[in-house]
């Protein structure tokens, strides 16, 4: 038998008790949790509580006097059995039917604001069942530098509750409620097992802090502050009215988190050390952030849900996140690593080097790129608008269906290579490359309107491939070069193995506005090597340098200080022609033209025969489709047709080319007239029309 002076008010059991058995002391030591083991330290008077009982025999500890609305109150040892305490804020006297009667505390005048448990033994303490202050509601604190577990522990009635340690806190299976108020924990690591409960604001304050799969839970905010943060796969944080903040080096796992309020995990690496962020589950009726600190680190998550009027924020060294739904903004910076067709926002703002779509993709809203390069192998489907601010180049690999831009297009880059399909709304482009080529179109823009400008570029600065199309299908198409000039390619391609009949083809590149104007305003030389447009409003060409042309157009003009052998030409008619260099004269006035020919008549004016040698076929999608048949190849004197490329190929021009010897005699009316009887050429028949040039030849016979 040990015994105890009554001083010491050592509880327990049910009762309070001035001697205690061996036999009690063996069942806490045993680590049944069923005793509560409180000691009180009696070295401070003004620090010491009194221990006692309620009616029904649950431990009571009657706090000491406050100062100032503290009561401080010193213990050796502090735990708590499953019959939980009493603590008596109380100046009058209570019966209740969780723990029976409790008198008033002598000690008393006015009941305490802040109550402060400070454990100053070697022992840790467990705190189990309802730990309850009766009387006024008030803030508890309880300090114990040696480490504290909770299991099935209740704290009640309290205006806010505080837990420090320098050690390790637990909390056990059966988890922790704080029926009131608010709780601050504080420790050295923090190992939760069990589901925490928190009236109102829940902030734990570790340097290590793990979850296992168990619901953390505020009324209102939650938050988790400290070194690296451990979720495990079935952990779940949630805010009920709140938001959810976690701040630490590290955040690792796959647990969910779900609030009310704003969403905000950020990761703090301390140097020479990667950080990150892992989750399963991000769902917030306000913002969400996920980010690493100096992008030292990389974010993933399988799914993030916000509201459709809030925004998300992710910043990493690398952003993985397969499902994102409902913001108005989503907002990146670092590379992004997976594909992200299952974001469904309304506008993504991405900042980061460099971004390569690696798989089709299908953006719901607007997205905007701001970084080094931006590109596309793979088929893209932006259902806004697509904003670029790139510092490096911006290129169109994508086959198949290419680049589809339901809104408009406005991108600022260093260059602008597209070699496949761009459809787009309005298509505005800047590019600030000051060698050649600064843009480059070897495959198809379609847009409602086009403006192409070329600020820095010299040379060829919009340069546009033979098998290049640039259509503005509603508005007018301005393409800008004040420091350089622009091409607009030619070559020919061999037709496939066994055509004896064609042999070959050639292709030049489509301008085309068939509702509005091209207007081309360059500081170096123009260049039209077999170009066909089709206007409403015509070419208009403002150009420094020279501007060669061997252009089909409708309506074609030319501004410029210095003479040009060019005319101002207008074809009257729907099929875009061929109008080369002319002989002889620099005539400005309008000629009708209709020709292929390109020699001057009899009356020493240049005036164009015309022979049509092709088709049109319906426009397929948004594209200008339409194919042209050779009638005729011979050795010397060829009928030599052009094709440009695209869905089908659609026609550039069709004109007699001389060879070799046949180039002399090429101004011989009788040479002209046995070229085209051994092209055996049907001047009344569908492909071939006269023209006056024609007309007047046949006068001249």
């Given at each position: 038998?040990?015994?105890?002076?009554?001083?010491?008010?050592?509880?327990?059991?049910?009762?309070?008790?001035?001697?205690?058995?061996?036999?009690?002391?063996?069942?806490?030591?045993?680590?049944?949790?069923?005793?509560?083991?409180?000691?009180?330290?009696?070295?401070?008077?003004?620090?010491?509580?009194?221990?006692?009982?309620?009616?029904?025999?649950?431990?009571?500890?009657?706090?000491?006097?406050?100062?100032?609305?503290?009561?401080?109150?010193?213990?050796?040892?502090?735990?708590?059995?499953?019959?939980?305490?009493?603590?008596?804020?109380?100046?009058?006297?209570?019966?209740?039917?969780?723990?029976?009667?409790?008198?008033?505390?002598?000690?008393?005048?006015?009941?305490?604001?802040?109550?402060?448990?400070?454990?100053?033994?070697?022992?840790?303490?467990?705190?189990?069942?309802?730990?309850?202050?009766?009387?006024?509601?008030?803030?508890?604190?309880?300090?114990?530098?040696?480490?504290?577990?909770?299991?099935?522990?209740?704290?009640?009635?309290?205006?806010?509750?505080?837990?420090?340690?320098?050690?390790?806190?637990?909390?056990?299976?059966?988890?922790?409620?704080?029926?009131?108020?608010?709780?601050?924990?504080?420790?050295?690591?923090?190992?939760?097992?069990?589901?925490?409960?928190?009236?109102?604001?829940?902030?734990?304050?570790?340097?290590?802090?793990?979850?296992?799969?168990?619901?953390?839970?505020?009324?209102?905010?939650?938050?988790?502050?400290?070194?690296?943060?451990?979720?495990?796969?079935?952990?779940?944080?949630?805010?009920?009215?709140?938001?959810?903040?976690?701040?630490?080096?590290?955040?690792?796992?796959?647990?969910?988190?779900?609030?009310?309020?704003?969403?905000?995990?950020?990761?703090?690496?301390?140097?020479?050390?990667?950080?990150?962020?892992?989750?399963?589950?991000?769902?917030?009726?306000?913002?969400?952030?996920?980010?690493?600190?100096?992008?030292?680190?990389?974010?993933?998550?399988?799914?993030?849900?916000?509201?459709?009027?809030?925004?998300?924020?992710?910043?990493?060294?690398?952003?993985?996140?397969?499902?994102?739904?409902?913001?108005?903004?989503?907002?990146?910076?670092?590379?992004i690593n997976n594909d992200p067709t299952n974001w469904n926002v309304k506008n993504i703002e991405m900042a980061g080097?460099?971004?390569?779509?690696?798989?089709?993709?299908?953006?719901?809203?607007?997205?905007?790129?701001?970084?080094?390069?931006?590109?596309?192998?793979?088929?893209?489907?932006?259902?806004?608008?697509?904003?670029?601010?790139?510092?490096?180049?911006?290129?169109?690999?994508?086959?198949?269906?290419?680049?589809?831009?339901?809104?408009?297009?406005?991108?600022?880059?260093?260059?602008?290579?597209?070699?496949?399909?761009?459809?787009?709304?309005?298509?505005?482009?800047?590019?600030?490359?000051?060698?050649?080529?600064?843009?480059?179109?070897?495959?198809?823009?379609?847009?409602?309107?086009?403006?192409?400008?070329?600020?820095?570029?010299?040379?060829?600065?919009?340069?546009?491939?033979?098998?290049?199309?640039?259509?503005?299908?509603?508005?007018?198409?301005?393409?800008?070069?004040?420091?350089?000039?622009?091409?607009?390619?030619?070559?020919?391609?061999?037709?496939?193995?066994?055509?004896?009949?064609?042999?070959?083809?050639?292709?030049?590149?489509?301008?085309?506005?068939?509702?509005?104007?091209?207007?081309?305003?360059?500081?170096?030389?123009?260049?039209?090597?077999?170009?066909?447009?089709?206007?409403?409003?015509?070419?208009?060409?403002?150009?420094?340098?020279?501007?060669?042309?061997?252009?089909?157009?409708?309506?074609?003009?030319?501004?410029?200080?210095?003479?040009?052998?060019?005319?101002?030409?207008?074809?009257?008619?729907?099929?875009?022609?061929?109008?080369?260099?002319?002989?002889?004269?620099?005539?400005?006035?309008?000629?009708?033209?209709?020709?292929?020919?390109?020699?001057?008549?009899?009356?020493?004016?240049?005036?164009?025969?015309?022979?049509?040698?092709?088709?049109?076929?319906?426009?397929?999608?948004?594209?200008?489709?339409?194919?042209?048949?050779?009638?005729?190849?011979?050795?010397?004197?060829?009928?030599?047709?052009?094709?440009?490329?695209?869905?089908?190929?659609?026609?550039?021009?069709?004109?007699?080319?001389?060879?070799?010897?046949?180039?002399?005699?090429?101004?011989?009316?009788?040479?002209?007239?046995?070229?085209?009887?051994?092209?055996?050429?049907?001047?009344?028949?569908?492909?071939?029309?006269?023209?006056?040039?024609?007309?007047?030849?046949?006068?001249?016979?």
């Amino acid at each position: 038998m040990v015994s105890r002076d009554y001083s010491e008010s050592k509880i327990f059991g049910l009762s309070c008790i001035k001697s205690t058995c061996l036999f009690l002391i063996v069942l806490f030591l045993s680590g049944t949790g069923l005793a509560a083991d409180i000691v009180v330290d009696n070295n401070y008077p003004e620090k010491t509580p009194q221990l006692t009982q309620t009616s029904m025999g649950i431990p009571q500890i009657n706090i000491a006097a406050p100062i100032n609305g503290f009561s401080y109150n010193q213990f050796k040892q502090f735990s708590v059995g499953a019959d939980g305490v009493v603590i008596n804020n109380a100046i009058r006297n209570y019966d209740l039917d969780e723990c029976g009667k409790v008198k008033t505390n002598p000690n008393l005048a006015e009941p305490a604001k802040v109550i402060i448990f400070e454990i100053t033994g070697a022992d840790h303490s467990e705190l189990l069942g309802i730990n309850r202050i009766v009387g006024e509601q008030a803030k508890i604190i309880l300090i114990n530098q040696n480490g504290l577990i909770f299991n099935n522990c209740n704290i009640v009635n309290s205006s806010e509750v505080e837990f420090q340690t320098d050690g390790n806190v637990q909390v056990g299976n059966n988890g922790l409620t704080v029926g009131n108020g608010s709780l601050l924990l504080n420790s050295d690591k923090t190992a939760i097992e069990g589901n925490i409960y928190v009236h109102e604001d829940l902030i734990i304050n570790s340097k290590s802090t793990s979850i296992k799969p168990s619901e953390i839970r505020a009324g209102n905010n939650l938050v988790i502050d400290g070194g690296e943060i451990q979720l495990d796969n079935g952990a779940k944080l949630k805010s009920d009215s709140g938001f959810i903040k976690i701040d630490g080096k590290k955040v690792t796992g796959s647990g969910d988190l779900d609030a009310k309020g704003d969403i905000s995990v950020l990761s703090r690496p301390i140097e020479g050390e990667k950080g990150g962020v892992s989750l399963n589950l991000a769902n917030a009726s306000g913002d969400i952030f996920l980010g690493v600190e100096n992008n030292n680190g990389n974010i993933s998550a399988s799914e993030i849900k916000a509201n459709q009027n809030s925004n998300i924020k992710l910043f990493g060294e690398k952003i993985d996140v397969k499902n994102i739904n409902g913001a108005e903004n989503l907002i990146i910076g670092g590379e992004i690593n997976n594909d992200p067709t299952n974001w469904n926002v309304k506008n993504i703002e991405m900042a980061g080097a460099d971004y390569n779509v690696t798989a089709s993709t299908t953006i719901t809203g607007n997205l905007k790129f701001v970084g080094k390069s931006f590109t596309v192998p793979q088929y893209l489907k932006i259902n806004g608008n697509f904003t670029l601010d790139l510092t490096g180049s911006f290129i169109n690999n994508a086959a198949d269906r290419g680049i589809i831009v339901d809104g408009n297009w406005n991108s600022v880059s260093k260059d602008f290579i597209n070699q496949q399909k761009i459809k787009t709304g309005v298509f505005k482009a800047n590019v600030f490359q000051s060698d050649q080529h600064a843009f480059v179109n070897r495959g198809i823009i379609s847009a409602d309107s086009i403006q192409i400008r070329a600020d820095k570029a010299q040379n060829e600065a919009i340069f546009q491939e033979s098998d290049g199309i640039l259509e503005s299908r509603n508005g007018k198409m301005e393409l800008i070069a004040p420091e350089g000039g622009m091409y607009f390619g030619y070559k020919k391609e061999f037709t496939q193995t066994g055509d004896k009949q064609y042999g070959f083809k050639f292709i030049g590149s489509q301008l085309l506005s068939p509702n509005d104007q091209i207007h081309i305003q360059s500081g170096g030389n123009v260049v039209f090597d077999g170009t066909q447009t089709i206007t409403k409003n015509g070419v208009m060409v403002e150009a420094k340098g020279q501007v060669t042309e061997n252009i089909q157009s409708d309506n074609y003009q030319v501004i410029k200080d210095v003479p040009v052998e060019v005319y101002k030409r207008r074809q009257n008619g729907t099929t875009s022609i061929q109008v080369g260099k002319t002989w002889g004269q620099t005539d400005t006035k309008n000629i009708m033209t209709r020709g292929l020919f390109g020699i001057p008549d009899w009356n020493s004016e240049a005036v164009m025969g015309w022979i049509p040698i092709y088709q049109q076929v319906p426009n397929i999608e948004t594209y200008s489709t339409m194919e042209m048949q050779p009638r005729a190849v011979q050795e010397n004197v060829i009928l030599k047709p052009t094709f440009t490329g695209g869905m089908q190929p659609a026609p550039q021009k069709a004109d007699i080319v001389f060879e070799g010897k046949a180039a002399e005699k090429q101004h011989d009316a009788g040479y002209l007239k046995n070229a085209i009887e051994q092209h055996s050429l049907n001047l009344q028949s569908d492909y071939f029309k006269k023209g006056p040039a024609i007309e007047k030849f046949e006068e001249r016979k």
